[in-house]
């Protein structure tokens, strides 16, 4: 998650010593972790309340069923094909027509 190094982390506990003090600084450390435990837990909390509420709309079934829309092409016959895993954003190449001097006759 952070992204520190050996000599920032002793940095950071020097000057801790020095502006919170030894007696002090095991509280501070303490209030920080319930800090970030509350944190934690209302993010989790939150997240449990998006999934839910995601879950009454109906807004995972519509996702699920465009998805599979995207991945389906309608034919020249009418059908509906799968499109090979062909990127959403690529736009397809167009057939060729063919020449006139090489149409069947």
Known sequence: ????????????????????????????????????????????ELHAAFDELAQESGIKETAEGLKRDVTLIQGDDGKMYESYNMPFFEKPTPAQKPDDDERPT
């Open 1 to 44: 998650m952070f992204d520190f190094s050996l000599a920032e982390l002793v940095l950071v506990v020097v000057v801790a010593v020095v502006f919170i003090g030894p007696k002090d600084l095991p509280v501070v450390i303490r209030t920080i972790a319930k800090g970030m435990r509350s944190a934690r837990a209302l993010g989790k």
